[in-house]
Each structure stands twice: as structure tokens, then as C-alpha cells.
């Protein structure tokens, strides 16, 4: 099956410092793709839609200018968190739907933030 | 907001035991699907289920798909201690919009 990469897997970061989320599809190309959060214990919550040549579309609640979103090419996404608090640290997902698959999409194995 | 609930919340269960899992979610749905999380890893897809679907089968695992109650329900079959993990469900809106809505997810421990 399709392949969605993250990088890094886990970053640990001083406050106030910003943190960028690498978000690849191998193998396949994404015009679109998703960014989760997970809390400990928790469930995974869209924070925003990642659009190829567009804007990003962020959920209700989502800061927009903290959580900044680049979707450079068909095939990256990025995440980059801003001025990083300890309430940030969090699980990151992001994942990918096929194209032409309205049903079908691909998970990152997630990035583990911690900001100290 | 998070649309989906499931219960049990939590579920510890023996060896060769099944466990079911249930969902419900609030609004019309195109497709229903399943994932497992092992601990602070990410997402492995289990099954999909379509909205004119009543029942799936993939191996170990049968979901059931009630769009009158707007529910499903996991079951797993002969559970193994390696099946331990968090289940959650997560449903694509029949409005077109891709983005999953997970459900807040069981934590499945199966002891030996």
C-alpha cells in the first residue's frame, strides 16, 4: 500500500522556540492532506486541511498563525508549531487520502512533540 | 467537535475471550471506519464500512454498521495478548469533506 512518511518522530524543544513536522507521501500524490492531534490518552482531533497551491484550512480553535501550514508540493506538507509552549507537546498525525479514493487514505506514523 | 463516542471506555479481557467495541456518531455518514493505535504509535487501519453495508468481515475482526442508530460495533474474535491496544472508530462525512472524525476510543488490554 502507499507510504506517508513524518519526520521527525519525536523532537524535544525549549519554550518559545518553533518546531517544523514533515509530512511526505512516498509514493503517491497528495493534493490534500490532514493535520491531528492526539493528548495523551486521547483521541485524534483535525486541527487543519493542508491544500496543494492553496491556503490551509483550519478547524474552529485552531490558531492559524501558531500552527503554520505549507503544502510546498504534491507530495510535502509542513507543520511548523510557532513559538512552542509546554501545552503544545502533543502527538502530531497527518495522513493523506489517495487520489480519485474518496474512501481510501494513508497515516504518518506521527511526530511526538515535547516542549519543555 | 469530536463526533464520535465509543464504550467501552476500557476493556481488559483474557486470552482467546472476544471483545466488542461499540461507536455511535451524529451525523450522516459515507463510510465508517476502524483503526488500531498501539501506545504512542500510529494508526494501523483494520476495516471500512460502507454506509449501505450492514456487516463486514476481515479475518479475526466483523463490524456491524447500524445507520438508523447511527452506531458500529468491532468485534474481535479469539483475542490475543497482541491485540492490546486503543481501538477507535472514525467516520467520513457524507458531505465529500475526506477529513476523518475519530471517535474518543477503547483501550483494549488482553492478558495472557
Known amino acids: 500500500g502507499a507510504v506517508v512518511s513524518q519526520h521527525p518522530s519525536r523532537v524535544i524543544c525549549k519554550s518559545g522556540t518553533s518546531v517544523k513536522i514533515e509530512c511526505r507521501s512516498l509514493d503517491f500524490q497528495a493534493t490534500t492532506m490532514f493535520w491531528y492531534r492526539q493528548f495523551p490518552k486521547q483521541s485524534l482531533m483535525l486541527m487543519a486541511t493542508?491544500?496543494?497551491?492553496?491556503?490551509?484550512?483550519?478547524e474552529q480553535g485552531v490558531e492559524k498563525d501558531k500552527f503554520l501550514i505549507n503544502h510546498a508540493s504534491l507530495t510535502l506538507s509542513t507543520l511548523t508549531v510557532t513559538s512552542a509552549h509546554p501545552e503544545d507537546s502533543s502527538f502530531y498525525i497527518c495522513s493523506a487520502p489517495l487520489r480519485g479514493r474518496v474512501d481510501t487514505q494513508y497515516f504518518g506514523p506521527g511526530t511526538r512533540l515535547t516542549v519543555l | 467537535s469530536q463526533q464520535g463516542e465509543e464504550d467501552p471506555q476500557a476493556l481488559s479481557i483474557q486470552e482467546g475471550e472476544n471483545a466488542t467495541m461499540n461507536c455511535s456518531y451524529k451525523?450522516?455518514?459515507?463510510?465508517l471506519q476502524w483503526y488500531r493505535q498501539n501506545s504512542g504509535r500510529g494508526l494501523v487501519h483494520l476495516i471500512l464500512i460502507r454506509s449501505n453495508e450492514r456487516e463486514k468481515h476481515s479475518g479475526r475482526l466483523r463490524v456491524t454498521l447500524d445507520t438508523s442508530k447511527k452506531s458500529s460495533s468491532l468485534l474481535i474474535t479469539a483475542s490475543r495478548a497482541a491485540d492490546t491496544a486503543s481501538y477507535f472508530c472514525a467516520t467520513a462525512l457524507d458531505t465529500g469533506r475526506r477529513a476523518l472524525t475519530f471517535g474518543s476510543g477503547t483501550r483494549l488490554q488482553v492478558q495472557p
Open positions: 493542508s491544500n496543494e497551491g492553496s491556503k490551509a484550512t483550519y
Open positions: 451525523t450522516s455518514i459515507n463510510n
